[in-house]
C-alpha cells in the first residue's frame, strides 16, 4: 500500500522523536555502572508497570498472538491473562523481595549468591541464547514481515533500518534512554491499538459482533487440543510463565531500578492492569476478523491485512508507528538486558573484575553493538516456519530454555535444601531433554513436552540435592522464602496505607481474571 503524506509524516515523527528522546535521556544520567544498566535506583512504579509492558508486548503480540486469535479464537489470551495469575504472582508474592533487598544488578546474581558461579554461568547462557534467538530474531522478523506486507520494504532492509535504529539510542543511554522511549511507545502502542480495534469492531457490525462471538469464548480446552490442552497448565504454562515474568533479566531490571520496594510492587501490580487491557485491543479484533477477512492464507498476516483494508489516511500511520513502538521496545529492552548480563555476569566476573566505571559503561555499549549483529545474522536462521502463527513457535523456543531456569529459582528459593549440584543439574539438562522428546513426540503439544521437562528437571534437581552436601544455613540468610518476604520493609510500611496498598489493588485485577477464567471455563 501507498501511505499518505499525512500517514508518512506521523510515522517519521514518530520514529524522530524516539530516537531524539532517547538521545535526550541518555545525556541525563552519569557514567557509572548503576546509572547504565540501572537507571540510578529512580524508577518510579508507574513508571516501572509501564515500561514492563512495553518491553513485553511487541511484533510477536501485534501480529503473531493476533495470528492465533484469528485460527484458533480467545484462547490465545490465555498465554497473557495466565501470566497474571502465574508469573507476575510468583515475582510479586516470592522472588522481589529477594531482588530488592540484596541489590543485585542481575537476576543470574541471585543463583551465584545462592548456589554458586557454576549456576550464574549457567543461567547467562541459557538467557543468552533465549534472548537472541527468540527476543530479538522472531521479534525483527516478525516486524520486518509487517513492513514489507504493507509497504514492500525488503526483508532485509526492514531488519536492518529496525535493528540500528532501536541500537542508537539503547547504546548510548542505557537503560535510562530505553525506560524513557519505552512510555512514548506505550503511548503510541495504545493509541494505534485502540484505532485499529474500533475500525475493525465498526466494520465487523459493532459491539454485537463481538458479542456474538463469546459464545465460542474458551480459556480451558479439551487434553487432545494440539496446541492449548487444557494440561498445559500442569507444568508447560507454570514455568513458562514463572521464567518469564518472575527469573528473567527482560522483565525484573525495571523492578531492580525502582526507588524502593514499595514502588518495586506497585509497579508490578499497574503491569497486571495493562497486562489484562492490552491482550484484549489485539484479540478482540482478530475475534472479528473472519467475518470480514475468512479465509486468509496466513493467519500472520492479519495485522496487515486490517491497517490496509480498514484504517483511513492519517490512522494508518499512528498504527504502524504503534507496531514499529512495540518492535523498537521490545528490542531496545532484550539489548538492555543483553549487555547487563555481559558486563555484569561475564565481563566484571570473570576479565575484569577490577574494572572501572568507565571501562564497565565502554564494554556495555560494545557488547550491545556486538547483540545486534548476532540477532541481524539469527534472523535469517528464524525465517523457516510453516502455515503455523508464529507466536506459538515462540511458545516452543521458550520451552527449550526454560524448564530448567524456572527449577533452579524456585527450588533454590522455596527449598533450603537445594544444592548447586542439583541445579546445575536442572540448568544442564533442560536443552537436551526438551531436544530428545521433541524427537520422540514431534505430534505432542508443546506445552505437555515442557512440562514434562519441567518436572523431570526438578525430580532431578531434588534427587540429586539430597546426596550432595547443602550450604550451611548461616550462609542462607537472606535467600530463602519466609512469611516476612509478603511484607514491605518496616521504613516503608507508611507509604502503602488505606488505598495505596498494592494488595488491594492485587486482589481487584486477581478478581477480574480469575472471573473470565471461571465463566469461560
Keep these: 500500500m501507498n501511505l499518505s503524506t499525512l500517514d508518512l509524516s506521523i510515522f517519521g515523527i514518530y520514529i524522530l522523536g524516539v530516537i531524539a528522546l532517547g538521545i535526550y535521556a541518555s545525556r541525563q544520567g552519569q557514567q557509572t555502572k548503576r546509572d547504565y544498566f540501572l537507571a540510578g535506583d529512580k524508577l518510579p512504579w508507574w513508571m516501572i508497570g509501564g515500561s514492563i509492558i512495553a518491553s513485553n508486548i511487541s511484533s510477536h503480540h501485534l501480529v503473531g498472538a493476533m495470528g492465533v486469535a484469528y485460527s484458533r479464537g480467545f484462547v490465545a489470551i490465555a498465554m497473557e491473562w495466565g501470566a497474571i495469575l502465574i508469573g507476575f504472582n510468583a515475582l510479586l508474592w516470592i522472588f522481589l523481595p529477594f531482588y530488592i533487598r540484596n541489590g543485585f544488578y542481575t537476576v543470574p546474581e541471585f543463583l551465584q549468591k545462592r548456589f554458586g558461579a557454576a549456576t550464574r554461568t549457567t543461567y547467562a547462557v541459557l538467557i543468552l541464547l533465549t534472548y537472541i534467538f527468540v527476543e530479538i530474531s522472531a521479534v525483527l522478523y516478525l516486524g520486518a514481515l509487517s513492513l514489507h506486507s504493507l509497504l514492500g520494504f525488503p526483508v532485509v532492509t526492514s531488519v536492518l533500518v529496525l535493528a540500528i535504529f532501536t541500537g542508537i539510542y539503547t547504546i548510548a543511554g542505557g537503560l535510562r534512554a530505553v525506560i524513557w522511549t519505552e512510555m512514548l511507545q506505550l503511548a503510541v502502542l495504545v493509541l494505534g491499538g485502540v484505532a485499529l480495534t474500533v475500525a475493525t469492531v465498526n466494520a465487523a457490525g459493532g459491539i454485537s459482533a463481538v458479542t456474538e462471538t463469546s459464545k465460542d469464548w474458551d480459556l480451558i480446552l479439551p487434553a487432545d487440543d494440539p496446541d492449548f490442552p487444557w494440561t498445559m497448565y500442569l507444568g508447560g504454562t507454570l514455568c513458562i510463565s514463572i521464567f518469564y515474568c518472575a527469573t528473567n533479566q527482560f522483565i525484573v531490571q525495571r523492578v531492580l531500578a525502582a526507588k524502593n520496594e514499595w514502588h518495586a510492587r506497585m509497579g508490578v501490580v499497574f503491569g497486571d492492569y495493562l497486562k489484562f487491557l492490552i491482550p484484549v485491543i489485539i484479540t478482540v479484533p482478530a475475534l472479528v476478523a473472519p467475518k470480514l477477512f475468512p479465509a486468509l492464507e496466513k493467519p500472520d498476516l492479519l495485522f496487515p491485512t486490517l491497517v490496509e ?73 528464524f525465517i523457516t516456519q510453516s502455515d503455523k502463527p508464529v507466536f506459538l513457535y515462540l511458545m516452543n523456543a521458550y520451552g527449550l530454555f526454560t524448564p530448567g531456569i524456572a527449577v533452579m529459582f524456585l527450588l533454590g528459593i522455596l527449598w533450603k535444601r537445594t544444592t548447586q549440584a542439583g541445579a546445575l543439574t536442572a540448568g544442564i539438562l533442560t536443552i537436551p531433554l526438551s531436544i530428545v522428546l521433541e ?83
Excluded at 514499529?324 to 575484569?352: E, K, P, Q
Excluded at 508443546?446 to 532431578?460: D, E, H, P, Q, Y
Excluded at 509478603?486 to 488505606?498: A, Y
Aim: glycine share 8%.
Design 309 to 381: 483494508n480498514l484504517m483511513p489516511t492519517g490512522l494508518v500511520g499512528l498504527v504502524m508507528a504503534g507496531l514499529i513502538a512495540a518492535v523498537m521496545s521490545h528490542l531496545s529492552g532484550a539489548i538492555n538486558s543483553c549487555t547487563t548480563i555481559l558486563t555484569v555476569d561475564v565481563y566484571l566476573t570473570y576479565f575484569r573484575k577490577n574494572a572501572s566505571e568507565v571501562q564497565a559503561v565502554r564494554f556495555g555499549r560494545i557488547a550491545g553493538v556486538v547483540i545486534i549483529a548476532v540477532g541481524i545474522l539469527c534472523t535469517g536462521l
Design 439 to 521: 524427537f520422540v513426540f514431534p505430534q505432542m503439544p508443546f506445552f505437555n513436552r515442557t512440562g514434562i521437562v519441567f518436572w523431570t528437571c526438578m525430580a532431578l534437581c531434588v534427587l540429586v540435592s539430597l546426596v550432595t552436601k547443602p550450604k550451611p544455613e548461616a550462609e542462607l540468610a537472606g535467600l530463602i522464602w519466609n512469611k516476612e518476604s509478603l511484607s514491605l520493609l518496616p521504613e516503608e510500611r507508611e507509604q502503602q496505607r488505606g488505598w495505596r496498598n498494592p494488595a488491594i489493588w492485587w486482589a481487584i485485577i486477581t478478581a477480574a481474571v480469575l472471573y473470565f477464567y471461571i465463566r469461560y471455563a
